[in-house]
């Protein structure tokens, strides 16, 4: 009898990429911006973590602007981390733009374009309006359909009660279609738009909360609507300057949004529209939400960027710029002048640097644990030992990625906790930077265009 293969079933849904950073979750910091040992998926660098922090505090109180700090260290660090601890921190409410050195040179549009662009993706408007809502809990709906097809167009009534009242509204052929897209029934709790006649479903009434319908786990339940069915509301909505520029200078609008076709913006579109956005704030319309912009690789920057970012930073809508770099004393891109981490000393006197430690060999052990933890792979207390050694030795980067390796060769010898032989295994299948480079040079001779004899023969034809 042949042997019956049952596919095994996934949820689609809960499957998630896993991502070098996305065991981050904040800065791991308490009330009073202190830094804990190990919270929210940073561990160590305490007093950069706490720079970070008083940074984000800055930000949320939205006073400052045109501030920026540098994030200095060696690479594995943690730099783009606390980056990201930075974004994850502020929340959905305030704009964070990344931004990668490399990028600008890559793009269809001048270089000062680019960086004009990430500054205006950096700065929320949150404007305001006041809109004229029908809100109430639906009794009943009645939907008049004709007997015979095309003959008339539906009509129906739609009934809606408060704790205070209750009425009944003639519906027309577009309210019905809305009705039928959202799927309202009686005892569904829902809000009208009076202008646009937009249909919002706000979730089902608790006095319907014991009827036997069928109803999922993610059903809301809220309260039937106090006083009048028909009240002003205050809308709130955020946007970034970047979008309304873009809306505003593409023939095609918002949609411009979606392809990314975006372009190069002229210079009076944005002085337009900072104009109608001044107006707005002087009438309590709208009010400006200053963000955080990033770029990391920031050495990758040449003279050019950096003297449009010094004149940029002095702008009043400017967003708190954070750049990160991994560069001792090198050359300035577009110049022969050398500086420190590779930027101008003009720029450099604006940053507030936050420097970052290597991790101590108990910190890499921490950090090891979460990355298990997060990639979903048991591994034993020895295998936990040795890697943690690796990580000293070579990098954290190249530990981390001996994890998934590693629980790759258990799974192929039908293991269920990844050993030592494991990690030894793929220890040996795949060489690190130092063994790597060792191997370059004891065969280097087999390789082609090798620069390192050439260098010696130069070097011994000057001590002769």
């Known amino acids: 009898m042949a042997e019956l293969k049952i596919s095994e079933m996934r949820d689609l849904t809960r499957i998630e990429r896993i991502g070098a950073h996305s065991h981050i979750r904040g800065l791991g910091l308490d009330s009073s911006l202190e830094p804990r040992l190990t919270s929210e998926g940073m561990v160590g660098q305490t007093s950069a973590r706490k720079a970070a922090?008083?940074?984000?505090?800055?930000?949320?109180?939205?006073?400052?602007?045109?501030?920026?700090?540098?994030?200095?260290?060696?690479?594995?660090?943690?730099?783009?981390?606390?980056?990201?601890?930075?974004?994850?921190?502020l929340g959905q409410e305030t704009p964070f733009a990344m931004?990668?050195?490399?990028?600008?040179?890559?793009?269809?549009?001048?270089?000062?374009?680019?960086?004009?662009?990430?500054?205006r993706k950096a700065i929320g408007v949150r404007i305001k309006e006041e809109a004229e809502v029908i809100e109430g809990e639906v009794v009943e709906v009645q939907i008049d359909r004709p007997a015979v097809a095309g003959a008339a167009s539906k009509t129906g009534k739609l009934t809606l009660k408060t704790t205070d009242m209750e009425t009944v509204y003639?519906?027309?052929?577009?309210?019905?279609?809305?009705?039928?897209?959202?799927?309202?029934?009686?005892?569904?709790?829902?809000?009208?738009?009076k202008a646009s006649g937009k249909i919002t479903k706000l979730g089902r009434s608790f006095s319907r909360s014991r009827d036997y319908d069928a109803m999922g786990p993610q059903t809301k339940f809220v309260q039937c609507p106090e006083g009048e069915l028909q009240k002003r509301k205050e809308i709130v909505h955020c946007v970034t300057l970047h979008e309304i520029d873009v809306i505003n200078s593409r023939t095609q609008g918002f949609l411009a949004l979606f392809t990314g076709d975006t372009g190069e913006i002229r210079a009076e579109v944005r002085e337009q529209i900072d104009t109608k956005v001044a107006e707005w704030r002087e009438e309590g319309k709208a009010e400006i939400v200053p963000g955080v912009l990033f770029i990391d690789e920031v050495h990758m920057l040449d003279i050019e960027c950096f003297s449009f970012l010094n004149r940029a930073l002095e702008n009043d809508m400017a967003p708190i710029l954070v750049v990160a770099t991994n560069r001792g004393i090198t050359t300035i891109r577009g110049t022969n002048y050398r500086s420190p981490h590779g930027i101008p000393i003009d720029f450099l006197d604006r940053l507030l640097i936050i420097s970052t430690q290597p991790y101590k060999e108990e910190e890499i052990r921490k950090i090891l644990d979460i990355r298990c933890q997060e990639e979903d792979v048991e591994m034993s207390e020895d295998a936990k030992v040795l890697l943690t050694k690796i990580g000293v030795n070579t990098s954290l980067r190249y530990a981390i990625h001996l994890i998934t390796s590693a629980a790759?060769?258990?799974?192929?010898?039908?293991?269920?906790?990844?050993?030592?032989?494991?990690?030894?295994?793929?220890?040996?299948l795949f060489y690190d930077v130092k063994r790597s480079t060792q191997y370059l040079m004891e065969y280097q001779s087999q390789y082609m265009f090798n620069q390192v004899e050439?260098?010696?023969?130069?070097?011994t034809a000057m001590v002769s």
């Open 408 to 428: 790759l060769a258990c799974q192929k010898r039908k293991g269920k906790i990844v050993e030592v032989e494991d990690i030894t295994r793929v220890y040996n």
């Open 53 to 89: 922090g008083v940074i984000v505090k800055m930000v949320q109180e939205g006073k400052i602007a045109g501030r920026a700090v540098l994030l200095a260290g060696q690479p594995g660090t943690g730099k783009t981390a606390i980056a990201m601890g930075m974004a994850k921190s």
């Open 99 to 119: 931004l990668a050195g490399s990028e600008l040179y890559s793009l269809e549009m001048s270089k000062t374009e680019a960086l004009m662009q990430a500054f």
């Open 454 to 459: 050439a260098e010696e023969d130069e070097t």
């Open 170 to 193: 003639d519906l027309g052929a577009k309210m019905i279609e809305g009705l039928g897209k959202e799927k309202v029934q009686s005892g569904d709790v829902i809000a009208i738009d």
